[in-house]
Nanobody
């Protein structure tokens, strides 16, 4: 189980930017696939982006592609979500997640919450119009 702590959420106007961070507690993190999800109250958790241990060829959900960028700094045990051109519909609680296991590649299955083993507590992002 990886302890994950998100930060960086907040309130921003439409067209603004935020950068979310997810810090992991264990050094094996650098070998894990990681994902970002978001959830609006009363709705299902929605895939946002995923990244493998190399940081290459990340996956993005269609609504955020071209606006959001997932990245990682393995030396800091941290994964980031840079969110630009934010829209009111991006308002949600954002969660990071880890797939426990070394060097597991990401694929279409990585878009499902059930693919992940460990979750952070979430950070609220609110975008005003």
């Amino acid at each position: 189980q990886a302890d994950l702590v998100e930060s960086g959420g907040g309130f921003v106007q439409a067209a603004g930017s935020l950068r979310l961070s997810c810090a992991a507690s264990e050094p094996q993190f650098r070998t894990y696939a990681m994902g970002w999800f978001r959830q609006v109250y009363g709705k299902e958790r929605e895939f946002v982006a995923a990244i493998d241990w190399t940081g290459e060829k990340p996956l993005y959900a269609a609504p955020v592609k071209g606006r959001f960028t997932i990245s990682r700094d393995n030396a800091k045990n941290t994964v980031y979500l840079q969110m630009n051109s934010l829209k009111p519909e991006d308002t949600a609680v954002y969660y990071c997640a880890a797939r426990i296991g070394q060097y597991i590649p990401i694929n279409t299955a990585s878009q499902a919450p059930s693919w992940y083993d460990s979750w952070g507590q979430g950070t609220q992002v609110t975008v005003s119009s």
